[in-house]
């Protein structure tokens, strides 16, 4: 399997950077997005039941999006570990290589948390209970996505140590 991927990864290795890069950035990207820039804006949305359910909308939108681009980062970052050959390295790429799956192992925890947060949201909307709804999107919102924010530049950077730069 091993010799699959690394012939796979010699025959298409600028393609399969340029899309785990470009995976990276949309993580990365999607998450300020949401944050910084979206959640201000529903925020001003007087009506707590509309602003409830746009932020709903909202989250669920970004799981599907951000599913996909997570398995295409993991996939793409099986072909690169083994087809550039990290795990015979030397000792602080191959360091460097765990660290980043330990802080992918992280973000996916979060990304968990945050879905489970978003299912009692949407329970909670679906009851009327609105204090239930507002606490779970401010968790999820405030503090979760960006602890992943946080995250992914960690990651990002610890990226480019492996690549050498």
């Not at 699959?4 to 298409?12: D, G, L, S």
């Not at 393609?15 to 910084?36: K, P, T």
């Not at 409830?52 to 599907?64: D, P, S, T, V, W």
Request: aromatic letters at 16%; a positive charge; hydrophobic letters at 60%.
């Amino acid at each position: 399997m091993s010799s699959f991927i690394v012939e796979i990864f010699t025959n298409y290795s600028r393609v399969i950077i340029f899309l785990h890069v470009m995976s990276a950035v949309l993580l990365v990207g999607s998450l300020f997005f949401i944050r910084f820039l979206f959640a201000p804006v529903l925020d001003k949305i007087e009506q707590d039941d509309i602003r409830y359910e746009a932020y709903l909308n909202l989250i669920k939108y970004f799981f599907l999006f951000i599913t996909i681009v997570m398995i295409a980062l993991v996939a793409f970052s099986i072909f690169m570990s083994v087809g550039l050959g990290l795990k015979f390295g030397d000792q602080t790429t191959y360091t460097v290589t765990h660290t980043k799956k330990i802080v992918w192992l992280m973000m996916i925890l979060i990304f968990i948390a945050m879905y489970v947060k978003y299912r009692g949201a949407k329970r909670a909307m679906s009851s009327g209970v609105i204090v239930e709804v507002h606490e779970n999107i401010i968790l999820i919102v405030k503090y979760l996505i960006p602890a992943n924010f946080i995250l992914s530049c960690i990651s990002v950077y610890f990226g480019i140590i492996i690549r050498g730069f």
